[in-house]
C-alpha cells in the first residue's frame, strides 16, 4: 500500500513538467546536412522518454543558397527520416521572406512543411493552427502553452518592402498569441513558450510592445512565466523583456546540437525554464 501511493504521488509530480528539443538555422552548407541528419537521429539516444517534442526555428539555408527548390525537400527527407519526435518547424527570413521570388518560396515552404507535425503521432498533443495564417499553432502540454508564429526578421536598415503584409502578419500573430492565452486561462497555465525565427527587434514592435502591454496589465498574466525562443542571432544568448519574461537564442546547427528545454515551475524564472545546451560549442567552434 505504501508502494501504491509513492507512484501515484511521483505520477503527479511529473505531470508538471515537460521537455522539448530546439534547433535552427542550417543546414548552411553541404557538410550541415550530414551534421543536420546526425543531430536529429542522435536525440534519440540515452535520452528517457520525458521529451514532448521537437521544433526547428526556421532558415533552411543561407541567403546565398538563392531559395532552391531541391533544398526543400533535401531538408523535408532530412527530418522526417531522422526524428522520433514530433517534430515542428516555423519559418525564417531565408525560406522565404527574403527570396527574389518570396510568393514561389513561400508555396514551397508550405508545400513541404505546413502542419509539418501531422507525419508524426501526436496523440499527446492537441495541435490548433490558426486559420487564416496554418504555420502558426498552439497547444497545451503539462501546463504549459506553446505557441509557433511566423516571426522572420528584416534589417533594421533596409525598407519593408510590402508594409501592409508586414504589419498584418505581426497582427495575426498577435491576436493569435492573444486568443491562445485567452483560451488557455482556466487550465491551471505555469508557464508560456514562444517560438519564432527573428530576434526581438524594433520593426516587430507592433506584436512585441502589444503583448508586453498586454502581460503588463493583466494580474492573470504577470504571474505566468514566458519564454521567447528563436534562432535569429546563430548564437546561444539569454536576455529578459520582463521579470517574467525571458529570450533564448540557439546555437545554429553548424554550432552546437540542439538545446533541450524543460519546463518545469518554479520562483525563479531561470530555473523554470532549464536549458541543457548538451556540451555547448562544438570543439571547432570553441
Avoid at 527548390?69 to 525560406?95: A, C, E, M, Q, W
Avoid at 517574467?244 to 531561470?270: H, Q, S, W
Wanted: with cysteine; net charge neutral; hydrophobic share 35%.
Amino acid at each position: 500500500t505504501i508502494l501504491y501511493f509513492y507512484v501515484i504521488l511521483a505520477t503527479n509530480t511529473a505531470e508538471a513538467k515537460s521537455s522539448f528539443w530546439a534547433l535552427g538555422d542550417g543546414p548552411y552548407n553541404e557538410q550541415e546536412f550530414d551534421l543536420l541528419a546526425r543531430q536529429v537521429s542522435n536525440l534519440h539516444e540515452g535520452v528517457v522518454d520525458d521529451v514532448a517534442f521537437a521544433i526547428h526555428v526556421g532558415d533552411i539555408m543561407t541567403m546565398h543558397d538563392q531559395c532552391e527548390k531541391s533544398i526543400y525537400k533535401r531538408v523535408d527527407n532530412i527530418l522526417f527520416d531522422n526524428s522520433k519526435h514530433t517534430l515542428f518547424i516555423i519559418p525564417g527570413d531565408n525560406d522565404y521572406f527574403d527570396c527574389v521570388n518570396s510568393t514561389e518560396s513561400w508555396n514551397e515552404w508550405k508545400y513541404y512543411f505546413d502542419t509539418f507535425e501531422d507525419w508524426w503521432d501526436h496523440s499527446h498533443l492537441t495541435v490548433t493552427h490558426q486559420r487564416v495564417r496554418t504555420e502558426n499553432f498552439a497547444f497545451y502540454h503539462q501546463r504549459v502553452l506553446y505557441i509557433g508564429l511566423n516571426m522572420v526578421g528584416a534589417k533594421l536598415s533596409t525598407p519593408i518592402e510590402d508594409p501592409q503584409e508586414w504589419y498584418l502578419r505581426l497582427s495575426q500573430n498577435y491576436f493569435w498569441t492573444r486568443n491562445q492565452l485567452l483560451a488557455h486561462k482556466n487550465r491551471g497555465l505555469d508557464a508560456v513558450v514562444i517560438f519564432g525565427h527573428s530576434k526581438v527587434r524594433s520593426n516587430l514592435d507592433s506584436y512585441f510592445n502589444r503583448l508586453l502591454n498586454l502581460i503588463d496589465t493583466n494580474r492573470r498574466y504577470k504571474r505566468l512565466h514566458f519564454l521567447y525562443l528563436h534562432g535569429d542571432s546563430h548564437k546561444y544568448e539569454v536576455g529578459r523583456l520582463r521579470d517574467n519574461f525571458i529570450t533564448l537564442c540557439v546555437d545554429r546547427i553548424g554550432y552546437a546540437p540542439p538545446i533541450k528545454v524543460t519546463v518545469e515551475r518554479k520562483m525563479n524564472i531561470m530555473k523554470t525554464f532549464q536549458i541543457d545546451r548538451r556540451g555547448g560549442l562544438y570543439r571547432f567552434r570553441s
